[in-house]
């Protein structure tokens, strides 16, 4: 619990409060895609790969650069803590924390993901998500955020006073990623990062501000789709938590895998062009 206030509010408080807030961000200059040109492709598409996300556990798999990549729920409620790479470039990743400024705390239709400084450009477009109907409950939830870290065992080893749980997203994450790439686990953390949690259903309390979860929404035959930008390596963990319904970084819930589809197809879209480095120059006002 956090500790009562000390200091007496003054007496233009109310005020103060009122004032409107500014958006950081101001995103009408910034570039958008055309949605309806990736979603013209998507009847006529080929299913080139199949990768299952085992329950508890973490995968790996490639999406080249104008091929859509499909997260399936398959047998039951289930949420997935997803890293994105530029497949070519480690260095190069989902930069939660900027796409989260540009697009809001939780990411949907037509949603860009940006990558990482110096990089800070698209690397994939969300182009369906069965779970856009949700929108915003009562309590403040949505889906699909980009404001979690990913559940971890340094957290859990503060919390829990020493203990040790190794199946944790971040550790399932570290371990995919050292076996897809050859890396020792402590090389291979170094790249692990803030994750998009698919299907994960959360928001910030009203009273504390605490981050919150509650029962993922997502059903069997539910997917969120994006389009590649980039050639993109993707790790994905099947939460310990299950659906987020009570706890995660746990052997008690309910949890199960999860499934990934890459599709190529026959065409890119209308006027599509690979997104650029950007243009920064790096000077730093030097």
Known sequence: MKPKPTTNAPQDAAA????????????????RPDLSAYRALRNDLELVDRITV????????????GHFC?????EGAQVGDLNLFNANNLAERLYTGKTRAL???????GDQLFSNMPY?????????????????????????????????????NLLSHGG???HCCHSNLTRALATQTGKSLVEAEGHIHDVLNVFMCTGFTRETGQYFMKASPVRPGDYLEFFAEIDLLGCMSACPGGDCSSEHSSDAAACHP?????????????????????????????
């Open 70 to 74: 499909r997260i399936l729920c398959i």
């Open 54 to 65: 085992p329950a508890r556990d973490a995968a790996c798999w490639s999406v080249p650069a």
């Open 164 to 166: 040790q749980y190794h």
């Open 258 to 286: 999860l499934e990934v589809e890459v599709y190529r197809s026959a065409h890119l879209p209308e006027n599509w062009r690979p997104p650029q480095l950007n243009g920064y120059d790096r000077s730093h006002g030097v």
């Open 103 to 109: 697009n809001g705390t939780h990411v949907g239709l």
């Open 16 to 31: 103060r409060r009122a004032i409107q807030p500014v958006i950081c961000y101001p995103v009408e200059t910034l570039p």
């Open 120 to 156: 800070l450009r698209p690397i994939a477009t969300i182009t369906h998500d069965t779970l856009d109907w949700y929108g915003f409950d009562e309590f403040g939830g949505s889906v699909h955020d980009v404001i979690g870290t990913r559940c971890d065992p340094y957290t859990n």
